[in-house]
């Protein structure tokens, strides 16, 4: 298969030429589809609208200004919403371990299998708002996002949600929709810093496990600990757990601020 290259002559394109044009040639190729292809001498064929100058070239100093006004007010709308979140976050309190602890994981949660289970070829097809987790480990187990499913009930949001064999640990803010073999792990303490914080000790002690015969099973799951902070009554301290994730994003977002202010 032969790869056609449209190349523009008599000048280096920028990120923002590039994308004002791409978006173009988008418009022009919307109405191909699978069974309708363009072939590659059609594609030498087609016309897309640019901007032009007096002369009847394209205007490549309008496409660019056009396309960095358009980066600059979701910048700008993006810091607005970055200062808002710090604002909400406050300046927090200094925080202290008391001690850490190694819990079971059924003394911290309540380990259900999912309730929908899913194989993908029974999904009715239907888009919509609702996550359907696989046992993938790219994009938070999300392989697509989907509408009911009449013949199956979803999962709740807040909870994490476990792909056995694969060892995958993801939380899941909303309702959901599964594949097979998923677990769910509920704690009316959870939210999404005190996720955030377990998870990855959480996945240090999946990783004891692979895929084959010693894959993450549910009565191996359920004899697993977790290393946690603890309070002085031993108990697992989510207080710390949430202020500490805070302090870890405030710190993020403000040193975002400090970069943009700077550029």
Not at 107 to 124: H, M, P, Q, V, Y
Not at 146 to 158: H, L, S
Not at 165 to 170: C, E, I, L, M, S
Not at 184 to 207: T, W
């Amino acid at each position: 298969m032969k790869i056609h290259n449209i190349i523009i002559k008599g000048r280096e394109l920028n990120k923002y030429i590039a994308l004002f044009i791409a978006n173009q040639c988008k418009r022009t190729c919307s109405q191909v589809t699978y069974g309708n292809q363009m072939s590659s001498s059609d594609l030498q064929k087609q016309l897309i609208y640019l901007p032009s100058t007096p002369e009847g070239l394209p205007d490549y100093d309008y496409m660019e200004q056009y396309m960095r006004e358009k980066e600059r007010k979701l910048l700008n709308q993006y810091r607005s919403y970055i200062l808002l979140k710090i604002n909400e976050l406050g300046g927090g309190n200094t925080l202290k371990i008391n001690h850490w602890r190694a819990f079971e994981l059924t003394e911290i949660f309540t380990i259900t299998a999912t309730k929908s289970g899913i194989d993908r070829n029974k999904l009715t097809g239907q888009k919509g708002d609702f996550p359907y987790i696989t046992r993938s480990d790219n994009e938070n187990g999300w392989d697509s996002f989907i509408g009911m499913q009449p013949k199956y009930k979803t999962d709740k949001g807040n909870v994490i949600s476990i792909g056995l064999d694969t060892q995958t640990a993801f939380y899941q803010p909303i309702p959901f929709y599964t594949g097979q073999n998923i677990q769910v792990f509920s704690n009316k303490h959870l939210n999404k810093y005190i996720a955030i914080f377990m998870l990855p000790l959480l996945k240090i002690q999946l990783n004891k496990f692979n895929w084959g015969g010693n894959g993450a099973t549910l009565g191996r799951l359920k004899r697993l600990h977790i290393m946690l902070p603890a309070t002085e009554s031993n108990q697992p301290d989510y207080m710390y757990m949430e202020q500490h994730m805070r302090q870890k994003e405030l710190k993020i977002l403000k040193n975002y601020i400090k970069i943009r202010q700077n550029v």
